[in-house]
C-alpha cells in the first residue's frame, strides 16, 4: 500500500491520527505499518459508537441432544461412518492455537506449556497424541491445520519443527494466521501501541474459516477432498479429535455441524449451553443464562439447558463457504488496551479504557442449518487448562489425564 492509499483509507473512517509519527520511522517501520493499515478491516470500528445497537439474542427454546445411550446403541454404525469418511480424505481439523501462555505464567505460546511431572508432555503433544489414536485405528493420516496469531507464530512453528510434530507426518500439517482486529477508544479512534503499528486483537474464534480462506488454503482443501472440519481449542488436553463416532453420527443424521457438550455439573457452571434460538441452532453463553432458563425443566423432569459446549465443532464446509458470504455478527468487548500517550510513551490501563471487536463461533452455529449437539464423558474428553491453580487448571487437567492413564 503506497502512503497516499493509506492516507485516503484512513481519511475514510476518519483515523488519520495513525500517520501521526510516520515521518520519524525507519524505512521498515513505515512498511509495517503500511501494510497493517492495507489489512485492517476498518468497517467495523463505527460499531463502537453504538455498541448497544449490534444484535440481541432471540426467543431461547430447548434443542434435542443426542445423549450417551443413544450414542452406545448406534455405535457400531456410527464409528464405521466415522472411519470411511477419514480414510477417504473427507475429514480435516483446525487446532485454535493464537493464545499465549500467560495466565499459566508463561511466556511462550499456550500449546507449549508443559503439564508432564516426572517428564515432558506439552499441551501440543498431548492433542497430536490423542490424533494418532485415531491415525492408529483408521490406518491414515489426516490434514492438521493450525491457526496461530501474531505473537506466536514463529515460536509455534519452530517448536513443532523442533519436536519433530510429535511424530505426526509433517505433510499433513498446515499454519495460517489468524486475522487481526484494531482496538479503539470509546470514541472508536484506533490506539497506537506504538509509533509504528497500531493495537490490535485476534478477531475472536468465529473468525478461524475467514482466516484460512485469506491464508490461501480453502483451494488445498478442495484439491484434497475434504469436506468437514473438525476445530478445537488448544486448551482441553483430554478431547478427541477427528473422533470417528462423533464424526458419523453427524453425518447420519445430515447435520451440517457437529457440537461436543458435556453435561453442566451445576446450573449456574461457566460454559456456553446449547439450545435454540428462534428456531435455529445456537449457543446460550452462561452470563446470558437468566434464572428462568437455568432452573427450567423437560418434559422428563431433567434440566432444559443442560449441556455445555466444551469447543470441539465438526462444520460442513459447503456450509461454511455458505455462511461466510453472510456477515457474522459483531462483539464488541470492552478491555484495557495498551497505548501511547501524546509524548510517545507506553500506557498499561488498570481498567478498561476501550473496545475489542470479535466474531464468536457460536454465530457460525446460529447460521447453519442443522446441529448435533453430542454428548461426551467429562471425565474423559473435557480437561480445560484455563488456570495455574484451581478450576479448570494446570492441577485439574493433569488428575483428569491421570485418571485416563497419561503418564505424567
Known amino acids: 500500500m503506497t502512503l497516499e492509499a493509506a492516507k485516503n483509507k484512513l481519511t475514510e473512517y476518519g483515523q488519520e491520527h495513525v500517520l501521526k509519527y510516520y515521518d520519524e520511522l525507519n524505512a521498515d517501520e513505515k512498511a ?14 463505527s460499531a463502537a459508537l453504538n455498541p448497544d445497537s449490534l444484535p440481541k439474542k432471540g426467543a431461547i427454546s430447548p434443542i ?15 464409528r464405521k461412518l466415522g ?64 491457526m496461530t496469531s ?37 470514541e472508536g479512534k484506533i490506539y497506537l501501541e506504538s509509533k509504528s503499528h497500531m493495537a490490535t ?12 480462506m485469506r491464508a490461501g488454503l480453502l483451494e488445498l482443501v478442495h484439491e484434497l477432498g ?15 479429535i477427528a473422533d470417528p463416532v462423533f464424526i458419523g453420527a453427524t453425518i447420519a443424521k445430515k447435520c451440517t455441524v457437529g457440537s ?50 466444551i469447543l470441539n465443532y465438526l462444520f460442513e464446509i459447503n456450509e461454511l463457504e455458505r455462511i461466510v458470504k ?9 478491555k484495557k488496551i495498551p497505548y501511547i500517550d501524546e509524548s510517545g510513551a507506553l500506557i498499561k490501563p488498570e481498567k478498561p479504557n476501550g473496545y475489542k471487536f470479535e466474531n464468536l463461533v457460536l454465530d457460525m452455529i446460529h447460521q447453519m442449518s442443522s446441529c448435533l449437539p453430542f454428548e461426551v464423558v467429562r471425565e474423559r474428553e473435557f480437561a480445560p487448562i484455563k488456570n495455574a491453580t484451581g478450576v479448570d487448571s494446570v492441577e485439574s487437567a493433569r488428575e483428569l489425564l491421570k485418571k485416563n492413564g497419561v503418564v505424567l
Open 32 to 45: 509495517e505499518l503500511l501494510e497493517q493499515i492495507e489489512a485492517t478491516d476498518m468497517s467495523i470500528l
Open 64 to 78: 434435542p441432544c443426542m445423549d450417551l445411550d443413544e450414542i452406545a446403541q448406534n455405535e457400531a454404525e456410527y
Open 83 to 146: 472411519i470411511d469418511a477419514i480414510k477417504a480424505g473427507k475429514v480435516a481439523a483446525v487446532l485454535l492455537a493464537g493464545g499465549m501462555g500467560t495466565r499459566l505464567g508463561s511466556d511462550n505460546p499456550k500449546g507449549m506449556y508443559n503439564v508432564g511431572i516426572t517428564r515432558e508432555l506439552y499441551i501440543f503433544e498431548c492433542l497430536i497424541n490423542n490424533m494418532m489414536d485415531v491415525v492408529k485405528e483408521a490406518g491414515e493420516y489426516f490434514h492438521l491445520f493450525i
Open 150 to 186: 501474531d505473537k506466536n507464530n514463529d515460536s509455534t512453528i519452530n517448536f513443532l519443527k523442533e519436536k519433530k510434530y510429535f511424530g505426526y507426518k509433517e505433510e499433513y500439517i498446515h499454519f495460517f494466521k489468524q486475522e487481526m482486529a484494531a482496538a479503539t477508544d470509546y
Open 201 to 212: 486483537s485476534p478477531n475472536g474464534n468465529g473468525g478461524w474459516f475467514i482466516s484460512l
Open 226 to 240: 475434504i469436506e468437514w472440519f473438525n476445530i478445537f481449542a488448544v486448551d482441553n488436553v483430554c478431547q478427541r
Open 260 to 309: 461436543k457438550v458435556v453435561r453442566k455439573n451445576a446450573p449456574d457452571e461457566k460454559v456456553g449451553v446449547m439450545c435454540l434460538e428462534d428456531g435455529r441452532p445456537s449457543i446460550v453463553e452462561y452470563y446470558e443464562l437468566t434464572d428462568e432458563l437455568m432452573n427450567a425443566k423437560t418434559d422428563k423432569g431433567e434440566p432444559a439447558y443442560n449441556f455445555g459446549v
Open 326 to 334: 453472510e456477515e457474522l455478527p459483531l462483539h464488541i468487548v470492552e
